[in-house]
């Protein structure tokens, strides 16, 4: 019996009838005896495509678009993700997860007869800011405001009594203002980030009243 693959350069036939896929398309086999041919049967050979997102993406939901659709996750430790039976055609990869972003946003690929296993994104934990006002600002100028989470950090309001925290990512933090001779009012505030800015975050100074011996004298 012989068979003959009608596009070798998509999948090859052996004389013993394995077909072996190439490259992406479709090729039709068939196999003669005696000069007696056999019906003629389609093989498509489809490709892969796959990448990696850095550890920060592990877990992440990559999304393929285009001549045809399909949705997976991420390996969770490794950040590896794969699609396979994929024809040829246009594609978008897009890798989507809370509070990360990826470097590209998406990927634009084509597949004519071969995989693509190298379709791979930078991932970055994605902060924000913290912000508000101490006043008045004569007397909170130079006062120090801890920021109290994971992670933490400490900045000094400016001469209007202005502060703020940058590179601040999701989670809960404390806010507290201190300064020598003044409390604060609330004398801390908790916040809760969750994919946007917190802005007006903001305390009053209540000064603190010094009593000497000699005013106590006077009562």
Same mark, same amino acid.
């Given at each position: 019996?012989?068979?003959?693959?009608?596009?070798?350069?998509?999948?090859?036939?052996?004389?013993?009838?394995?077909?072996?896929?190439?490259?992406?398309?479709?090729?039709?086999?068939?196999?003669?005896?005696?000069?007696?041919?056999?019906?003629?049967?389609?093989?498509?050979?489809?490709?892969?495509?796959?990448?990696?997102?850095?550890?920060?993406?592990?877990?992440?939901?990559?999304?393929?678009?285009?001549?045809?659709?399909?949705?997976?996750?991420?390996?969770?430790?490794?950040?590896?993700?794969?699609?396979?039976?994929? $024809?040829?055609?246009?594609?978008?990869?897009?890798?989507?997860?809370?509070? $990360?972003?990826?470097?590209?946003?998406?990927?634009?690929?084509?597949?004519?007869?071969?995989?693509?296993?190298?379709?791979?994104?930078?991932?970055?934990?994605?902060?924000?800011?913290?912000?508000?006002?101490?006043?008045?600002?004569?007397?909170?100028?130079?006062?120090?405001?801890?920021?109290?989470?994971?992670?933490?950090?400490?900045?000094?309001?400016?001469?209007?009594?202005?502060?703020?925290?940058?590179?601040?990512?999701?989670?809960?933090?404390?806010?507290?203002?201190?300064?020598?001779?003044?409390?604060?009012?609330?004398?801390?505030?908790?916040?809760?980030?969750?994919?946007?800015?917190?802005?007006?975050?903001?305390?009053?100074?209540?000064?603190?009243?010094?009593?000497?011996?000699?005013?106590?004298?006077?009562?």
């Amino acid at each position: 019996m012989t068979w003959a693959s009608s596009a070798p350069t998509n999948a090859s036939i052996s004389s013993t009838g394995l077909a072996t896929g190439v490259a992406g398309g479709s090729t039709n086999i068939s196999a003669a005896q005696n000069g007696i041919a056999s019906n003629s049967f389609a093989l498509a050979v489809t490709a892969v495509v796959s990448g990696t997102l850095t550890s920060t993406g592990a877990g992440a939901t990559v999304t393929l678009s285009g001549t045809a659709n399909a949705t997976t996750t991420a390996d969770s430790v490794t950040g590896n993700y794969s699609f396979s039976g994929i $024809v040829n055609g246009a594609y978008t990869i897009t890798p989507t997860k809370t509070g $990360v972003t990826f470097n590209p946003t998406s990927q634009n690929i084509t597949i004519n007869g071969a995989s693509n296993t190298a379709v791979n994104f930078s991932a970055t934990v994605q902060t924000w800011t913290i912000s508000g006002t101490l006043s008045p600002a004569s007397d909170t100028i130079g006062a120090a405001v801890t920021l109290s989470g994971t992670p933490g950090a400490t900045t000094t309001a400016d001469v209007n009594g202005n502060y703020s925290f940058s590179g601040v990512a999701n989670g809960t933090y404390a806010v507290t203002p201190t300064k020598t001779g003044y409390t604060f009012s609330p004398a801390s505030q908790q916040i809760t980030i969750s994919n946007a800015a917190k802005t007006g975050v903001n305390f009053a100074t209540v000064p603190v009243l010094a009593i000497s011996p000699a005013t106590l004298g006077n009562f």
